[in-house]
């Protein structure tokens, strides 16, 4: 299985911060990584998609860069409803794997 | 488009338990769905897909025991889960995969609680 390793697992940062989020893959997976944000019980939300396309409806402070096995989401400029937990997962082979997560708070 | 879960609930190790998964906006006959779980304090974990062709997948932890299915007349996917173990407990999760680019998972319910305990 493709295992991917997403750091930091938390992160502090302040309203209008910029904060990138990497996510590492064991093997190369070309592009085939989506990013979703996750606030407690609630369902979790497409952000990107293919690495770097803006899903429809996503402000335009989150962008995604990356191919092969490196990969980076980053907020620019918080929002306090940004405030969840982000995870990657890679779809180039099943199964198809989660990092383990980056939460992000308010500092 | 919309996808709503139901069918959690408690049951005992080496028990099932058949999950469903409500679609409306869209056609599970023609379309991709996955289940992903989420165990308490845990990250996500992919558990199933059934593709538009209806082939399906599963992760390694759950082959064999878990099945995925689809009944288009009431358009709702199913997840046939059978010798459940405490390290099944979690909230499944369904959502509509767009295949946009690889897994696109765009729509997602607020899931439906298993637990395994004796």
């Known amino acids: 299985d493709i295992q991917m390793t997403q750091s930091p697992s938390s992160l502090s940062a302040s309203v209008g911060d910029t904060i990138t989020i990497t996510c590492r893959a064991s093997?190369?997976?070309?592009?085939?990584v989506t990013w979703y944000q996750h606030k407690p019980g609630r369902a979790p939300n497409l952000l990107i998609y293919?690495?770097?396309s803006l899903h429809s409806g996503v402000p335009s402070r989150f962008s995604g860069s990356g191919s092969g096995t490196h990969f980076t989401l980053t907020i620019s400029g918080l929002q306090p409803e940004d405030f969840a937990i982000y995870y990657c997962?890679?779809?180039?082979?099943?199964?198809?794997?989660f990092g383990q997560g980056t939460k992000l708070e308010i500092k | 488009v919309q996808v709503v879960e139901s069918g959690g609930g408690f049951v005992q190790p080496g028990g099932s338990l058949r999950l469903s998964c409500a679609a409306s906006g869209f056609d599970v006959g023609s379309s991709y769905v996955s289940w992903v779980r989420q165990a308490p304090g845990r990250g996500l974990e992919w558990v199933s897909l059934?593709?538009?062709?209806?082939?399906?997948y599963y992760s390694g932890s759950v082959e064999g025991r878990f099945t995925i299915s689809r009944d288009t007349s009431k358009n709702t996917v199913y997840l046939q889960m059978s010798s459940l173990t405490v390290e099944d407990t979690a909230m499944y999760f369904c959502a509509r995969d767009a295949r946009i680019v690889g897994a696109t998972l765009d729509s997602w319910g607020r899931g439906t609680l298993i637990t395994v305990s004796s």
């Open positions: 293919a690495a770097s």
């Open positions: 997962q890679q779809s180039s082979h099943i199964p198809y794997t």
């Open positions: 059934i593709y538009a062709g209806g082939t399906t």
């Open positions: 093997q190369s997976i070309s592009h085939y």
